[in-house]
C-alpha cells in the first residue's frame, strides 16, 4: 500500500505505539495496523474498542481516545501517479497524472482561452485539438487539446506552438472535493433559523445530490451534469452541501428556508475515498450558473493556481456573481489552495462549535471568514443523516448569508459583503486574520 500522506504516516506511528507498546500479547503488526485506517465506522469502533482494553505503559505518549478515532477516520486520499478513469471496462474516459506539488492533471491535456488568431495557429501546429467551445455566459472561448508528447512545461508548450507568453493558457488540472470525516452517531442539531425565509437563487458546484433522499422531499433542486457521456458522479459530497443548503428533517435544519438550488455535478469518483473534477468542466458548470443568473455560487473544491480557472471565476464575478469557496482541508501549513486562495474570491475556514479552528482547515491571508464546519448533521448519499467535518460544511454558511443579503439590498454585492462583514463574531487576533478572516458566521436567531 503506498501512502504517502503525512497525516497517515502520523496515524500509522501513533497507532504502532499504542497497540504494541504493551507486555501482553496483543501485538499489532503493521499490516494489521493499516487495515483499520479505513475510514468505515465499524472498523473504527472495532478500533477504539481494542485501544481501550490495552494497558498503556507510562513512558507511552497519552494520546486520548477521541483524538485517536478522529485520525484514523481521517480519508486515505493518496491516488496512483498514473490512473485510468474508465466508463466501462472496454472504454476509458481520460488518464490523469499526477504532476508537481501532488497536484493532478488529465494527461498531456491543456486549455486556451483562444482568440480566431489564436486558434488559426494553434490548427496548425502538431497537437489533437479535442474541442472549441464558446461560453457566451462568461464571454469567452475556450480550446482543449492534447499537446505533443515530451512537452511537459507551459513555457516549452508556447515555444512549439508560436503563441504569444501573455496567452491565457494552462494545464486542464483536477480538483479535488473537500472531504471531511464522516461520523455515524446522529443527534439533532441545536434549533437554527435559516439565514431567511424569503426564496432566493443560489449555486454549486460539485458532485450529484441523491435527490430521493428524505431531507430534500418538496426541495426545488435543478441538476446538470457535466461529465463525458456515460461517466456518472458519485452523491456523497453533493448530498451533504445541499442537505445543508435546503434539506429538512427532524434531525436537519437548512441554511435558507425557501431555496432555488442549481446543483452542477463535475465531481467523477477517483476510488473509494477521493473524488476529482476536471477544469473543463468546472468552466461548463460556471457558464451554466452564470447563464441561470445565479447570484452565489458555492464551490466546495481546491486545487492550483490555474490562469484559465482565474480567468473563468474573474468572467462570472463581472455578471454580478458572488463566489464562496472553501479554504481547504490541507492544514495549517499548507500552501495556498484555490480558487478561495484568489483575492475575488470569498474563501471559508472551519471552526466548531466551541469556535475551535478545525485542525486541518487551511491558514493564509486570503481567508476571509469561519463558520461552523465541524460535527455538523447532514443528509448523506446512502439516504441517511450523519455528521460530516471540513471546510466544506462550512462555506454553505457564507453562501447562504449572501444569497440573502443579495436580495435584501437589491443585489449589491458591496452592501452584501459590508454587512455580512458586520455580523462576522471577530476570533482570534483583532480584525482579519490568517485563520478566522473577518471572523465567524453565525445562523441568526432570526431571519436576515
Known amino acids: 500500500m503506498n501512502i504517502k500522506n503525512t497525516r497517515v504516516k502520523h496515524i500509522i506511528a501513533t497507532s504502532l505505539c499504542i497497540f504494541s507498546a504493551t507486555s501482553s500479547a496483543n501485538i499489532v503488526r503493521v499490516d494489521q495496523v493499516l487495515g483499520q485506517l479505513n475510514p468505515i465506522e465499524q472498523r473504527i469502533e472495532q478500533t477504539i474498542e481494542r485501544a481501550q482494553r490495552l494497558p498503556l505503559p507510562v513512558l507511552v505518549p497519552q494520546v486520548s481516545i477521541d483524538e485517536l478515532k478522529a485520525q484514523i477516520s481521517e480519508p486515505i486520499s493518496s491516488l496512483p501517479n498514473v490512473l485510468n478513469i474508465n466508463i466501462n471496462s472496454q472504454n476509458t474516459a481520460f488518464v490523469e497524472v499526477e504532476l508537481e506539488n501532488g497536484f493532478r492533471a488529465i494527461e498531456r491535456q491543456w486549455l486556451l482561452m483562444a482568440n480566431s488568431q489564436q486558434l488559426n495557429t494553434l490548427k496548425q501546429q502538431n497537437v489533437t485539438i479535442v474541442s472549441v467551445k464558446n461560453y457566451n455566459a462568461l464571454n469567452m472561448s475556450l480550446v482543449r487539446f492534447n499537446a505533443p508528447q515530451g512537452v511537459n512545461s507551459k513555457s516549452e508548450l508556447l515555444k512549439a506552438l508560436n503563441i504569444d507568453e501573455s496567452a491565457i493558457l494552462d494545464r486542464n488540472h483536477i480538483y479535488q ?59 456523497l459530497h453533493g448530498t451533504a452541501i445541499a442537505g445543508l443548503i435546503t434539506g429538512k428533517g427532524a434531525k436537519l435544519n437548512p441554511l435558507l428556508g425557501s431555496a432555488m438550488l442549481y446543483s452542477a455535478e463535475v465531481f467523477y469518483r477517483q476510488s473509494e475515498y477521493a473524488q476529482g473534477a476536471t477544469l473543463f468542466a468546472i468552466v461548463e458548470a460556471l457558464n451554466w450558473l452564470v447563464s441561470n443568473k445565479i447570484p452565489v455560487i458555492n464551490m466546495s473544491l481546491t486545487g492550483p493556481n490555474n490562469a484559465v480557472l482565474e480567468a473563468s471565476i474573474t468572467a462570472a464575478i463581472k455578471q454580478n456573481v458572488l463566489i464562496v469557496a472553501a479554504a481547504g482541508n490541507q492544514g495549517p501549513a499548507s500552501q495556498p489552495l484555490y480558487p478561495g486562495a484568489y483575492k475575488s474570491v470569498i474563501a471559508v475556514s472551519a471552526i466548531d462549535s466551541q469556535n475551535q479552528i478545525y485542525r486541518w482547515s487551511n491558514k493564509g491571508d486570503y481567508i476571509d471568514f469561519a463558520a461552523l464546519g465541524v460535527n455538523v448533521v447532514t443528509s448523506q448519499g446512502n439516504g441517511k443523516f450523519g455528521r460530516e467535518s471540513g471546510t466544506s460544511m462550512a462555506a454553505p454558511h457564507v453562501s447562504a448569508a449572501l444569497s440573502c443579503l443579495l436580495l435584501k439590498h437589491g443585489n449589491n454585492k458591496t452592501k452584501a459583503l459590508n454587512e455580512l462583514t458586520s455580523l462576522a463574531i471577530d476570533l482570534g487576533e483583532h480584525g482579519k486574520d490568517t485563520t478566522f478572516g473577518y471572523g465567524a458566521i453565525y445562523p441568526p436567531k432570526s431571519a436576515l
Open 177 to 235: 472535493a473537500q472531504t471531511g470525516e464522516p461520523t455515524a452517531k446522529v443527534t439533532p442539531n441545536n434549533s437554527i433559523a435559516p439565514y431567511c425565509t424569503q426564496s432566493v437563487k443560489i449555486g454549486m458546484i460539485d458532485s450529484a445530490i441523491n435527490t430521493k433522499h428524505s431531507a430534500f422531499e418538496g426541495a426545488n433542486i435543478t441538476t446538470q451534469s457535466f461529465l463525458p457521456q456515460g461517466l456518472s458522479s458519485p452523491n
